[in-house]
Nanobody
Framework: VQLVESGGGLVQSGGSLRLSCSAS????????IGWFRQSPGKGREGVAS????????TYADSVKGRFTISRDNAKNTVYLQMNNLEPEDTAVYYC????????????WGQGTQVTVSS
């Protein structure tokens, strides 16, 4: 099982991008889905998550008010809308599905590069 991210690219500071996370053999609506990012020389950072079933989202302080996570169950897709992007948001972004153990993400995508120029 693998998740697939798309929507990354190069954008100027203040711009927007929308990342998508989909899966062919996993019903994403049954899982808590998280978006993570990693830039060179830094550890992986949790950016946002959306719980399975009930409505519930969390955000890192660094992206609150700028990023929005959502899901479209009909399309089996989770989105990360990123507005007012900053150069510090430059990273490879990954989506992941949480397994049976809370906080442990068992299924990951290959990542999509987001580059924000100043």
């Amino acid at each position: 099982v693998q998740l697939v991210e798309s929507g990354g690219g190069l954008v100027q500071s203040g711009g927007s991008l929308r990342l998508s996370c989909s899966a062919s053999r996993l019903s994403l609506n049954s899982y808590t889905i998280g978006w993570f990012r990693q830039s060179p020389g830094k550890g992986r950072e949790g950016v946002a998550s959306i719980r399975e079933g009930v409505v519930g989202t969390t955000y890192a302080d660094s992206v609150k008010g700028r990023f929005t996570i959502s899901r479209d169950n009909a399309k089996n897709t989770v989105y990360l809308q990123m507005n007012n992007l900053e150069p510090e948001d430059t990273a490879v972004y990954y989506c992941a599905a949480e397994g049976r153990i809370a906080g442990k993400y068992d299924y990951w995508g290959q990542g999509t590069q987001v580059t924000v120029s100043s």
